[in-house]
């Protein structure tokens, strides 16, 4: 049921929906149900942009069924957080999940910190004039209807939404968030714009550099090779640096040696080597090109896999013939300039969300929700009994009225015969 809401809510960050006016009835709704506080209440501003209850409170129970999953999931597969896990098998969530905070702080702070990203995205969109376009406005009405496809119906399309405690509006205004991304990335990518990132300046994020891997372990098995292996690769690491020390074209050898010896079974998707983020190699791969200025050669550096020779490679050239990762580039480098404007905002938060306890909120939606589950089963139950008494009595009217027109037909029949015989 857990991963079944967890899935649920990360659905709402896909689909989008066509614009549609502000409801006017009166306060309704899962999340009214479990606080009292209406919908669109204001809990929060950030920059004196208004954040509803309703968003609020969707943000707390999506965070809150990722921390759930995330947790549960490594105590059931790996043995960890023993102590933050009851006999039922529920997180706990005044459990430590460190010495200085409890799952429950680490829940409001991941809450509060995703509610006021999205408002400080959606201030940094009016700053700059970032606007959705028709091209988006027509993409989310597509959305909506194969969302509407998937679920079945516009009937069910809206109990997703009643499950999820938002109405349109409020999950227009998440949807929309995603286009105002891309709009606001668009301008990092765009010379002139007050925006724009320098190619020089992408440095800052990733780094390119191809590689000849020896390999010290089985491939297959990943058992490591004999000294007697290990040691042979080592010597052929040596030839093959000494050969690139004395290259005139270093680049160019580079190419050729890696084609013909590295062992690395990325290498065929990545013939020119990695554009990678700071955390995606091993340490000791990044720490040697950190030290490399482009076009430079490491000496042998040792890792876990083997025996590496490091090109480090002109990360502005790489982009230029990788557009897709460059825009990916850009938009980390947006989402931390939006973080930057997040914690330098100005934050009311109101004395509604004073008694604010994630943990409790989360362990009430999701009992709502069980109570909401069960109460439908229960109508498609009485209503299939419902159909299965009509079915059986429409037969049995139909054989009573099959008999009578059996018994009139017999009577005719013997009136006729009795009117013969006379």
């Known amino acids: 049921m857990k991963k079944t809401i967890c899935a649920l809510l990360a659905l709402a960050m896909i689909l989008t929906l066509a614009a549609c006016g502000k409801s006017q009835e009166p306060p309704s709704g ?15 501003e950030v920059d004196g942009n208004a954040v509803p209850a309703e968003l609020y ?35 706990i969530w005044d459990g430590a999940l460190s010495e200085t905070q409890t799952v429950n702080q680490f829940a409001l702070e991941q809450v509060e910190d995703t509610v006021k990203f999205y408002a400080a ?12 376009t028709e091209e988006d406005k027509a993409a989310m009405a597509e959305n909506r209807a194969a969302a509407v496809e998937q679920l079945g119906s516009e009937e069910a399309f809206q109990e997703y939404l009643a499950e999820l405690g938002l109405r349109e509006e409020s999950f ?25 990132l320098s190619p020089e300046d992408y440095d800052q994020y990733a780094a390119y550099a191809d590689h000849i891997l020896l390999t010290t372990k089985d491939t297959a098995t990943g058992a490591s090779l004999s000294e007697e292996e290990i040691a042979a690769k080592r010597a052929t690491a040596e030839d093959l640096l000494a050969q690139l020390q004395q290259a005139e074209d270093v680049e160019a050898l580079f190419a050729q040696l890696a084609d013909e010896y590295s062992q690395d079974p990325g290498r065929e998707s990545n013939p020119t080597g990695y554009i990678y983020t700071p955390g995606t190699m091993v340490t000791e791969f990044e720490d040697a090109v950190s030290a490399l200025a482009p076009g430079e050669i490491s000496g042998i550096v040792e890792s876990d896999y083997g025996f590496h020779i490091i090109l480090r490679r002109d990360l502005t050239e790489g ?64 209503d299939g009994a419902s159909d299965g008494a009509s079915d059986n009595s429409a037969d049995g009217s139909s054989d009573a009225a099959d008999g009578n027109t059996a018994g009139n037909d017999t009577a005719g029949s013997a009136a006729e015969t009795g009117g013969e015989n006379g």
């Open 30 to 44: 899962i999340f009214y149900d479990i606080t009292g506080i209406a919908p669109d209440e204001t809990v929060m």
């Open 172 to 196: 227009e205004r998440l949807s929309v968030a995603a286009y105002l991304m891309d709009g606001l990335t668009d301008l990092v990518l765009e010379e002139g714009s007050p925006l724009y």
């Open 57 to 91: 409170f969707y943000w707390t129970a999506y965070n809150c069924s990722v921390i759930d999953y995330q947790i549960l999931s490594a105590n059931n597969y790996y043995g960890a957080y023993s102590d933050l896990v009851g006999e039922d098998g529920a997180l």
């Open 121 to 132: 995205l959606e201030n940094m969109a009016k700053e700059y004039g970032v606007e959705m």
């Open 319 to 382: 982009l230029d013939n990788d557009p897709d990762q460059k825009r990916a580039i850009a938009e980390t480098h947006m989402q931390s300039l939006v973080e930057l404007n997040m914690q330098e905002a100005e934050v009311t938060r109101s004395d509604l969300l004073a008694d604010m306890d994630p943990g409790a909120f989360y362990v009430s939606y999701t009992a709502r929700l069980e109570e909401l589950a069960a109460a439908k089963e229960a109508e498609s139950a009485a």
